[in-house]
Each structure stands twice: as structure tokens, then as C-alpha cells.
């Protein structure tokens, strides 16, 4: 039924970022993170919020045909009001946590249940999330994808922190390349994790980049 590996991603994704906070303590939680006005252990809630919401998708089963794939999943968000409430939501329910580290709790239960369910979800089955119907193959690359970048997000004051997996950061440098479209690429002095952090607006494009970049700077960033 299943193809086999089509997990290995999302588990290293979520590895890294479980690898990332496991050993913190109350007052490292605290750290600031690249998501404005978010704690590391709010940027965790957010992200235990990922992977409940992948075990609800990967028990939903829907007919097919899809609409939508792992690109144009991500052309349908926008910034908005939603992000603000939401923020702001995700920063009240942490803070009804007694200690920042109840939060990691959750995600080390979370987590690695999603990482089993994909594992055994057929890739090429349809499933339902967030009003759109994608295969679950789709369903794991936006999760990695999004994992990956909130990993970097997770470590900017934490400079000891391990980096995302070579597996789930290729996951999301195909989804930014996807976005980016065929008749453009990156600039050949990015590594990845630049591509990734300037590709969601996390780093400003510099002068230099504009100019390697071309009329294509104006579709940055090219992931809210």
C-alpha cells in the first residue's frame, strides 16, 4: 500500500526541531524567535498545532481528484488579520502553560505520533486539511516545509542549536524553487538556509541581491 520513505522528511523535520528544544530549560524557552512577538515556546505551541493538525488530515480521508499540490497550497496564503489574532491567541494559550516546558511535553507526545501516522498513510491517498483536498504525499512536503523554516525561526538566539536535516531542508528548497518558478533561480551565493530565510521574508533582500535577482526581487518574499 505504501511506497515506503515518503515520511522520512516530515521525521527529520520534526526530529530537528524536537532535537532543538528537548534540553532547554524554562528560561531558554523564553528566548526570542524570527516569528515577531513570539517565544521559542510559542513558536513550539504553533508548530504542536502543525502536527495535531496532520494526524487530523491523515485520519480524514477525502476522494480525489486533489486540488491543490504541495506548491499551490502555499500561493492561497496571504498575511493578514488571521496571522495577528492568531499570534496573539498562540501567545495567551502559552502562556496558560504552569511552565514553558509543559509545552515541549506536548510536542514530544505530538509529534512523533504524526511522524508514525504518516508512515503508514498511503502517499498517493487523498486527504482533506484547511478546506482543500491534496494527496498526503503533498499533504507531508508542506508540513516539512513549514517545519523547516520555523526550525530556523526556533534557533536565531540559540546559536548552539543543531541545524534542520539535509532530507526535510531539500523538501523545502524544492517547494521555495517550485514558488520561484522554472524561468528563475537563485542567487548562486545563497546556501540553503539563506534561500529559505529570504524566500519567507525572514532576511531582507541586500542591493546585491536585487540586482542578481532582477524584475523576480519583486516576488519576494515569495512565502508569508
Not at 508548530?47 to 480525489?64: I, M
Not at 524553487?177 to 521574508?201: H, I, N
Not at 532576511?203 to 542578481?212: A, I, Q, S, V, Y
Request: glycine fraction near 8%.
Amino acid at each position: 500500500m505504501t511506497s515506503g520513505g515518503h515520511h522520512i522528511p516530515l521525521a527529520q523535520a520534526y526530529d530537528g526541531i524536537t532535537r532543538t528544544v528537548a534540553d532547554l530549560d524554562d528560561a531558554d524557552l523564553q528566548r526570542p524567535t524570527r516569528c515577531r512577538g513570539w517565544l521559542v515556546a510559542d513558536l513550539l505551541l504553533h508548530v504542536v498545532g502543525d502536527a495535531q493538525r496532520a494526524l487530523v488530515a491523515l485520519a480524514s480521508p477525502a476522494d480525489g481528484p486533489p486540488d491543490t499540490d504541495d506548491i499551490s497550497y502555499w500561493r492561497s496564503f496571504r498575511p493578514g488579520d488571521d496571522d495577528t489574532r492568531h499570534a496573539w491567541w498562540i501567545r495567551r494559550s502559552a502562556a496558560a502553560f504552569h511552565r514553558p516546558g509543559g509545552i515541549v511535553r506536548v510536542w514530544t507526545d505530538t509529534a512523533p505520533a504524526a511522524v508514525r501516522a504518516a508512515g503508514r498513510a498511503d502517499p498517493d491517498s487523498c486527504v482533506t486539511t484547511q478546506g482543500h483536498v491534496l494527496r498526503v504525499r503533498d499533504l507531508l512536503t508542506t508540513l516539512a516545509t513549514e517545519a523547516v523554516i520555523h526550525h530556523l525561526d526556533l534557533v536565531v538566539d540559540l546559536p548552539d542549536a543543531p541545524r534542520p536535516g539535509q532530507a526535510a531542508l531539500r523538501v523545502a528548497v524544492a517547494t521555495m524553487d517550485g514558488l520561484l518558478s522554472d524561468d528563475a533561480v537563485r542567487p548562486a551565493s545563497w546556501d540553503d538556509e539563506e534561500y529559505l530565510l529570504k524566500a519567507t521574508g525572514r532576511l531582507p533582500l541586500t542591493e546585491h541581491d536585487r540586482m542578481e535577482l532582477g524584475e523576480v526581487a519583486g516576488w519576494f518574499p515569495l512565502l508569508g
